[in-house]
């Protein structure tokens, strides 16, 4: 078999193929067997679909005109008025090769089977034996029809009687082009002969397959050809036959009626001519052009009517003249210098000219000329361009870029650290202070005394030796000891003629610490005092250890209010509060004197503040370092106090030894610390002048100040 | 868990309460309200000294973990637990006033503490003495002149008085003392301002330390 073209895109198919490979459209249509009314209710259809004949279209012809009012009519078309109706086309036998003729037949094929294969006869077989109970209990003449596709045969197709009315009535399929074998000028336009033969022939005719779906135009042309062929009389009884298909304009109707306007066209003469043969169509229509025309040679032959020659005469002028003022000189100007100029062509290529005027040769366009070319503009697949695949820059981000990428890369690997310009650390002259400081220290100690005792007293020392003087004899005193071990010495020298003082009257200490190793220190301060003035007083007799207060200054605070529920016990684990000299004392207030000693501003500054309210100031020491003093003298200086007193540094303990003239601890460190003082200040003095000259002399630039090395 | 749980509205409304009626309390003289703060002062004391014995802990669980991990650190953790291990014992068993504990104090804490604190000195006279080498400004000037002036105010020169140098009023003198006593009022009044605000973020959950 030769390869079937798509009908939808044209492209070769092999034949056993249904759907077409390329664009998946059916190559061999279904039919479905239309029933008695479809071809009524697709007409009915039709025809309501159709806008009503509206009165401002005037260049419908008159017979259009009746045609359509036919069809508004024709909704009581029924079946045996079609039947009757002339065939539209020339009737055909049946092509019992084709087997899809035998596919819509409604008659059993079951008898028929001499052709049957066996699985197809076997299952036949199987399925009668099944339905057997059910057909005995119905009518004999209900035998159940075998499903179409289960009868489909060909053999069965070619036994198929013609006469069959059913048979007969089954649309044949087409194989290739719809039109293919329909001659349309003489299904449409017949001759009189072949009118009339169809006219009178009561036989039974096949209804084409495009019947239901013909323009109503090419359906009802026959009836008007039959009118047009025959003489009025004729053509009443053709019209009393058909009945409502050609209804006789009736009087007065405005559908009959030329409107004024289309009297003026051009033509009129015609139109008066014609106006006696309202109901005969106009004999152009016999000339008309075929629906598909190929080339220009078929329409070349084809002749146009006397009258459309003359109306195009009788128009062209008039065109010519509207066209001319519709073209404004300006345009028309520029159009002729663009010509002149060659930036227009007076004529397009030919190239151009075949490709619009090519005709459709595929697809549902196939006929038509000058169809625009979709699909290769539109459809067509097409490679991305390279611009899409390759990315386009600019030098300057190409620079970027690169410029970018080496910063990602420069990051990743590992930057040598610069050298510190920090100055290198001088070992020896580092050994070298050491030396002269220690050496210093040690003439100070071992060659005394190179300096006079200090002779000026003190506010501080004044005011704290009149606390002391004021105690009563074995006052229980309550020390608050917060000192490392770094300051131990300096803390001794400073505390060391103030506690003396207070062990000659007897008094009784009860130490606290807010400092892990206060305790500690603590008891070995006062052991260290007792030891270098002689005294002998132990820890169980002398002094009252609580250990360590926690808690920072909330501790501080908590112990400020409420002694013996903070601190209890003492670090020996024993009832601090039951010794008998302590009966008494039951919060801070009781204590006549609180020496506060440490060397810490901080600690001292909170010690000050949670004591305040508990403790009045004229009973309020502090023996602190000597860095510490500036924080408490605006405490010490201010009006009125907060605290009584202050002893700061090593000074004020020499002070306090000289003035008690009970030289101590503090006047034996007096000279080494005053020698090792002046030592460290000229050391400054002279290494600041060393280092500046040489920075000067290197010719390096110290840095300035805010840029950091 | 617990992080959230301190960061939730209740423990942010235990704070504020507590806080309240501690500073209510230093303020109003109310039994009852004296009764609830040493109670809650009380609590304080009683939890930082059990933070302290977890701080205790703490220190122990990573030196022991630096121990088993037998690094060249180990032999500072091993130091550690030796040390630990005789002050408890030392402290603990033999009390304060032992002869022992006493010699740890003396022969042990201070001198190492003490030796410390002349390191620090060389240090200090060292980087005064190169100063000025590295870094050239006003204020490094001002910093060594103050310095040297404070020293050499503090002592006598070898008995030799300087007449306007030293002595009571003296310019060194009055350097401390004025110079000095204003700087640290503005220290102090800095340090009071900044507490009471710090209090009252803290009452109004804007700050939780105890939360972070």
Redesign the interface.
């Known amino acids: 078999m030769e390869a079937q073209r798509c009908p939808m895109c044209g492209q070769a198919n092999p034949p056993h193929l249904e759907v077409c490979q390329y664009c998946q459209a059916r190559l061999k249509p279904l039919w479905v067997e239309p029933s008695e009314g479809s071809g009524s209710a697709v007409e009915d259809g039709i025809a309501r679909s159709k806008a009503p004949l509206e009165p401002d279209e005037p260049l419908v012809p008159e017979w259009l005109r009746t045609d359509r009012m036919q069809i508004d009519e024709g909704a009581s078309f029924n079946a045996e008025e079609l039947g009757q109706e002339e065939p539209l086309f020339p009737e055909e036998p049946l092509d019992t090769d084709d087997f899809l003729g035998g596919m819509f037949s409604d008659e059993p094929l079951g008898d028929q089977g001499e052709d049957v294969p066996e699985w197809l006869r076997s299952l036949r077989e199987d399925s009668a034996a099944a339905e057997r109970p059910l057909q005995s209990a119905k009518s004999a003449d209900q035998d159940l029809p075998i499903p179409f596709w289960l009868d489909f045969d060909e053999g069965a197709a070619e036994e198929v009687p013609p006469q069959s009315p059913s048979a007969i009535e089954k649309v044949p399929p087409f194989k290739e082009q719809p039109f293919e074998d329909i001659d349309i000028d003489s299904a449409i336009f017949p001759s009189e002969q072949e009118a009339g033969e169809k006219l009178t022939s009561e036989e039974p005719r096949a209804v084409s397959p495009f019947e239901t779906f013909e323009p109503f135009l090419f359906t009802e042309q026959p009836s008007q050809l039959v009118e047009d062929s025959t003489s009025e009389p004729e053509a009443a009884e053709v019209s009393s036959k058909e009945g409502k298909t050609s209804p006789p304009a009736a009087e007065g109707d405005w559908m009959s009626e030329i409107p004024p306007w289309l009297e003026t066209l051009p033509g009129e003469e015609w139109m008066e001519s014609e106006t006696a043969e309202k109901e005969i169509p106009p004999e152009f229509l016999q000339g008309a052009v075929p629906p598909f025309v190929e080339t220009d040679e078929e329409l070349s032959e084809i002749e146009f009517p006397a009258w459309l020659d003359q109306v195009e005469r009788s128009i062209e002028p008039e065109l010519d003249t509207v066209i001319e003022s519709l073209t404004p000189p300006a345009v028309e100007r520029l159009t002729t210098m663009e010509e002149e100029k060659g930036e227009v062509p007076k004529e397009r290529p030919e190239a151009l000219l075949e490709e619009e005027d090519a005709v459709e040769m595929v697809g549902p366009l196939h006929g038509l000329r000058g169809v625009l070319p979709a699909e290769p503009l539109v459809a067509e697949p097409k490679k991305p361009s390279k611009a899409l695949s390759e990315l386009l820059l600019t030098d300057k981000q190409r620079a970027q870029a690169e410029l970018f990428l080496r910063m990602i890369e420069e990051e990743g690997k590992p930057q040598p650290i610069p050298p510190s310009r920090?100055?290198k650390p001088?070992l020896l002259?580092?050994v070298l202070?050491?030396l002269v400081?220690f050496a210093a220290a040690a003439v100070g100690l071992v060659l005394r005394p190179?300096?006079?005792a200090?002779q000026?007293l003190s506010v501080g020392v004044f005011d704290a030796m009149q606390a002391v003087n004021q105690l009563p004899a074995e006052a229980v005193v309550f020390l608050v000891v917060d000192i490392?071990?770094?300051?131990?010495?300096e803390m001794l020298a400073t505390t060391n003629a103030l506690l003396d003082q207070m062990m000659i009257k007897g008094a009784f200490f009860v130490v606290v610490s807010a400092n892990?190793?206060g305790?500690?220190?603590a008891?070995?301060l006062l052991?260290e005092v007792s030891r270098l003035n002689g005294h002998k007083v132990q820890?169980s007799s002398g002094w009252l250890?609580l250990g360590y207060?926690?808690?920072?200054v909330?501790?501080m605070?908590?112990?400020a209010?409420?002694l013996p529920?903070?601190l209890p016990n003492t670090?020996?684990g024993e009832a601090a509060w039951q010794d008998k000299r302590l009966q008494n004392i039951r919060s801070l207030a009781d204590f006549p004197l609180v020496i506060v000693i440490t060397e810490d501003s901080t600690r001292a500054?909170q010690w000050i503040e949670q004591l305040k309210g508990q403790v009045s100031e004229a009973r309020l020491v502090f023996a602190v370092s000597?860095q510490v003093e500036?924080?408490l003298?605006?405490y010490y200086?201010a009006n009125p106090r907060h605290i009584q007193s202050v002893l700061a540094?090593i000074?004020d303990g020499a002070i306090y030894e000289t003035q008690s003239a009970r030289p101590g601890w503090a006047m034996q460190l007096w000279d080494a610390?005053?020698?090792t003082?002046?030592v460290?200040?000229g050391?400054?003095?002279?290494?600041?002048l060393?280092?500046?000259l040489?920075?000067l002399l290197v010719g390096r630039k110290?840095?300035?100040?805010g840029k950091t090395? | 868990m617990m992080q959230s749980f301190l960061r939730s509205p209740f423990s942010t409304l235990i704070t504020f309460i507590t806080g309240m009626v501690v500073l209510l309390g230093y303020f109003i003289d109310v039994d009852p309200l004296n009764v609830l703060r040493?109670r809650f002062?009380?609590w304080?004391?009683l939890l930082?000294?059990v933070a302290?014995m977890l701080g205790v802990f703490n220190l122990m669980r990573v030196h022991w973990k630096r121990l088993k991990e037998s690094s060249i650190k180990a032999i500072y953790s091993f130091a550690f637990f030796g040390g630990f291990l005789l002050a408890l014992a030392v402290g603990g068993l033999l009390?304060?006033?032992h002869s022992l504990?006493?010699a740890v104090?003396?022969f042990v804490?201070?001198?190492?503490?003490?030796s410390?604190?002349?390191v620090i000195?060389?240090?200090l006279?060292?980087a005064?003495?190169?100063?000025?080498?590295?870094?050239?400004?006003?204020?490094?000037f001002v910093f060594?002149v103050t310095?040297?002036f404070s020293?050499?105010g503090?002592?006598?020169?070898?008995?030799i008085e300087i007449p306007f140098l030293q002595?009571?009023d003296g310019i060194l003198s009055l350097m401390?003392?004025v110079l000095?006593?204003a700087?640290?009022?503005g220290l102090?009044i800095g340090?009071a301002l900044g507490s009471v605000l710090t209090g009252i973020r803290v009452l109004l959950g804007l700050d939780r330390p105890y939360g972070e």
């Open positions: 920090r100055a001088h002259w580092r202070i050491f400081l190179f300096s006079s200090p000026e490392e071990g770094s300051d131990f010495a892990q190793t305790a500690l220190q008891d070995r052991r820890p250890n207060l926690p808690g920072g909330a501790g605070q908590a112990f209010q409420s529920q903070i670090v020996d500054r000597a500036p924080v003298r605006p200086e540094g000074r610390y005053t020698l003082a002046l460290a200040a050391l400054i003095i002279l290494g600041a060393v280092y500046f040489i920075g110290p840095p300035v100040e090395s | 040493s002062l009380q304080t004391v930082a000294a302290l009390g304060v006033q504990t006493r104090i003396d804490i201070i001198p190492i503490e003490t410390l604190f002349v000195l060389v240090s006279v060292y005064l003495t190169r100063l000025l080498q590295s870094r050239l400004s006003a204020f490094s060594l310095v040297v020293i050499i503090s002592i006598p020169l070898l008995g002595g009571g401390t003392r000095g006593t700087g640290v009022r102090l340090v």
